[in-house]
């Protein structure tokens, strides 16, 4: 589902720093949607608190329900996040979308991930209200970016988006690049290409993007999803997928939204195999990884970089191979698509081993 009525390619650039960001007991992934009933099925177990606002005040009031923002960040009791519609610390989901996303990130990090050590914390970010104008979408979904930097996230799911360019949310996400943030976002419902029309802020040209398509299970694009070869970096199932909804009801949605969330949960699982995290080229590292465990589909050449389509399995299977330290540093506006290349030569040699890889080559 995609809200903003809203141009432009994502080659990937690396901007490399080298700053201290922590340990990784939690694994924080913002999920910038229409909220999260965290008491549908197991979400509850994954729900972000804001330890700003945890804990007594000086005069032994919960600082959850205190009416005071205690950690000074502009916004009152922002335990679970924040709903820039309702203007409230506790997340709802009015309309099921966040719900559903949430529910694919949380379990394919249970699926996948290093969950005994590390816990997956999602932060509801509430941008959309359904009486909301596109511009009023826009400015929650930058202020929902804003927010999810303030607080250095690891990951922003971001399933939505426009076909419109906004210079304060490419600025946003600048800094969220900057500071190790990795964006997985929705290349939209549209069915077109946004090689020519684009999208954002799947479309920004920024090294911590990573734009995801949509496919069936046999690794076909579904027909509404958008696509670009030099734009969407990979694709993921993305017809009739299975998730939470409020309530503790289930259901299946469709769109290049569920894509994104499986691929943001695959990268946390990804980072919970990590003891720490101390280096700021880790988007740039993840987005390499999942492309170089991908599969290389003749289906989805020309609309995929590569044809890359997730493969979660061998992702996590390779993780060895995902050095989020030293060894994966690139000098300061090197390329990343150099890096590609040793990936591109193991997907090669893949299909050569398998009929079911396109095995057509890459493109130089
Ligand atoms: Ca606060
Ligand atoms: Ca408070």
């Known amino acids: 589902m995609f809200f903003r009525g809203r141009v432009v390619e994502s080659t990937?650039?690396?901007?490399?720093?080298?700053?201290?960001?922590?340990?990784?007991?939690e694994i924080v992934v913002a999920v910038i949607d229409t909220g999260i009933d965290f008491k549908s099925g197991a979400l509850m177990e994954s729900r972000w608190n804001n330890p700003g606002e945890t804990g007594y005040?000086?005069?032994?009031?919960?600082?959850?329900?205190?009416?005071v923002d205690d950690d000074r960040n502009g916004f009152v009791d922002d335990v679970e996040g924040w709903d820039f519609i309702n203007h409230s610390g506790r997340s709802v989901d009015r309309h099921g979308h966040g719900t559903h996303v949430a529910g694919l990130i949380a379990?394919?990090?249970?699926?996948?991930?290093?969950?005994?050590?590390?816990q997956l914390r999602l932060m509801s970010l509430c941008y959309y209200g359904s009486q909301i104008s596109a511009q009023q979408s826009l400015r929650g979904s930058i202020a929902a970016l804003r927010y999810a930097?303030?607080?250095?996230?690891?990951?922003?799911n971001f399933s939505g988006g426009g076909s419109e360019p906004s210079i304060?949310?490419?600025?946003?996400?600048?800094e969220a690049s900057q500071l190790g943030i990795l964006v997985v976002a929705a290349a939209g419902n549209d069915g077109r290409d946004t090689t020519r029309k684009g999208y954002f802020p799947a479309g920004y040209r920024l090294p911590n993007i990573i734009a995801v398509a949509a496919t069936d299970g046999l690794g076909r694009l579904i027909s509404s999803s958008n696509f670009s070869s030099s734009q969407v970096a990979i694709a993921a199932v993305g017809l009739k997928v299975d998730s939470l909804l409020p309530g503790g009801r289930r259901g299946?949605?469709?769109?290049?939204?569920?894509?994104?969330a499986t691929v943001s949960g695959v990268a946390a699982a990804l980072i919970s195999y990590k003891n720490q995290r101390q280096k700021l080229e880790i988007p740039a590292a993840i987005v390499n990884h999942l492309r170089s465990a991908a599969d290389f589909e003749k289906d989805l050449w020309g609309k995929v970089e590569q044809g890359a389509r997730l493969n979660s399995t061998r992702a996590i299977a390779?993780?060895?191979?995902?050095?989020?330290?030293?060894?994966q540093r690139l000098e300061p506006n090197e390329s990343i698509s150099l890096r590609l290349k040793p990936f591109l030569r193991k997907a090669i040699d893949r299909s050569k081993n398998s009929s079911d890889h396109f095995d057509a080559g890459v493109r130089p």
Not at 107 to 118: C, D, P, T
Not at 149 to 156: E, F, G, L, N, S
Not at 252 to 260: D, K, Y
């Open 107 to 118: 379990s394919e990090f249970s699926r996948l991930g290093r969950w005994q050590k590390h």
């Open 57 to 67: 005040d000086q005069s032994g009031r919960d600082k959850k329900t205190n009416g």
């Open 252 to 260: 299946e949605m469709t769109g290049t939204s569920q894509a994104t």
């Open 318 to 327: 390779m993780r060895s191979e995902l050095n989020l330290e030293s060894e």
């Open 149 to 156: 930097v303030k607080q250095r996230v690891d990951i922003i």
């Open 12 to 25: 990937l650039l690396i901007v490399c720093l080298s700053l201290p960001i922590g340990a990784r007991s």
């Open 168 to 174: 304060e949310e490419e600025e946003i996400l600048k």
